[in-house]
């Protein structure tokens, strides 16, 4: 019984009361920090690709052969730059003919008209010759009509008047001659005139003629639609051409197209506006832009729905590129914590908030028996690790949403927590190596 009583005195007895009068250990020096409120993105990462808004392999619109190439693969080219010339000589002289054809157009045109000129100054005189006939007409009819007055009264013979008469016809056939002659010279103006309207519509058409040769001739010459990259070019010099052979592949890179299949469950958060970045290799930010095309249509195959936007190349993005692309739904504010002061136990998620004894739940769950003020040797303002149970959120870079169970104004302990237990003394460590004033 003695021996029995001993050991219950020496190994429960005696170490409570020893540590009912040990003083309490002293805090543990712990880093704090407040948690970060941020804009919190709900998004969502695709493998995408990218495309060029203008790509076109370039054609002849003749036959015929490459004379001289003037760019190279990977040249860099200007919108109207020339890149190849072909053989034109054959196009050329037909301009040349062309123009000789307008030559003597020209001086048709010129000749004709000299003729008009010549006619109506024959008209001129002609009409003056029928003015005086005219004259002659009339003076010789009032001379007749005297003469056959003094007749009817006996004042002058048959013979006379007769005479008279003659003389009135002779006029008249004049004047009837003057109007033929006049009437001729009007029909030789208007075939002159007509003569000249042909040459003028024959030079018109030669000149039609050099422009569409002209225009031809620079078919000769393939210019750069656009501003672009030169890559492929299958032709050579000395190649015969036609309108169907692929003389080179010019493509836009300053301004690409990324296109994104988005699973079909995504479909009602779709709409033109959203946000969409570009991302590497690392996760970083190379580009954002704008979602500008949502597809009506469901890919039978995948199931998903196309989405395209467009951006601006850094200049480090090609054609027909894998990429990496979110899309982002929506922003909300939200508070983040490092990952590094989030503990898990039986399948929860905790946070130590260092709080003042006095105000945390340590208090209310010390035993009774043991202090009024609850756990044994803590003061009331005392800092402990008060251990919260929390919700998480999305994970943003080395930090983590939490949703429940944090406030914005709690300081929460950063490192050593592997070492904590809830309700531990701690200390901030940034205090405790700050110099105190003398």
Known sequence: MGGLGWIVFSR???????????????????????????????????????????????????????????????????????????????????V????????????????AQADVENAIQTLSSLEARRASAQSDVQFN??????????????AISQQNLEQRLNTLRVAQARLSEAEAELSAQESTINRSKATVARSQRAYEQSQANISEGQARLQDYQITAPFSGLVSDIPAKV???????????????????????????????????????????????????????FVSPDVD????????????????????????????????????????SAISRLGGKDFIFVATPY????????????????????????????????IRLGKIVGNDQEVLEGLGSGDRIVTSGILQLQNCAPIADAAQMQAPTSP
């Open 12 to 94: 429960i007895i005696l170490p409570l009361q020893f540590a009912k009068n040990a003083p309490p250990p002293p805090p543990t020096p712990v880093q704090l920090a407040s948690p970060k409120t941020s804009a919190i993105e709900d998004s969502s990462d695709y493998a995408a690709s990218l495309d060029s808004r203008e790509s076109v392999t370039l054609q002849s619109r003749v036959n015929g052969q490459i004379a001289q190439i003037y760019v190279k693969s990977g040249d860099l080219v200007k919108a109207g730059q020339p890149l190849m010339q072909l053989d034109a000589t054959e196009q050329q002289a037909q």
């Open 141 to 154: 009819q009032r001379e007749y009509d005297r003469f056959k007055s003094l007749r009817s009264q006996g």
């Open 238 to 292: 000395g190649d015969g051409v036609s309108n169907t052979t692929p003389l080179l592949t010019l493509t836009q890179n300053q301004e690409l197209e990324v296109q994104i299949q988005v699973p079909l469950e995504r479909a009602s958060a779709l709409r033109k506006g959203l946000a969409v970045q570009l991302l590497n290799d690392d996760s970083q930010v190379l580009q954002t832009g704008l979602v500008s």
């Open 96 to 111: 040349a003919s062309r123009a000789l054809a307008a030559e003597t157009a020209a001086a048709d045109i010129a000749a």
């Open 358 to 389: 006095s105000s945390s739940e340590c208090r209310a769950a010390a035993v009774p028996s043991a202090s009024p003020a609850g756990v044994p040797g803590v003061a009331p303002d005392q800092l402990v690790a008060d251990q919260r149970l």
């Open 300 to 339: 039978p195959t995948t199931q998903s729905i196309q989405v395209k936007a467009s951006f601006q190349n850094a200049g480090n993005l090609r054609t027909s590129q894998f990429v990496r692309a979110r899309l982002i739904w929506k922003e909300q504010t939200g508070l983040l914590v490092a990952t």
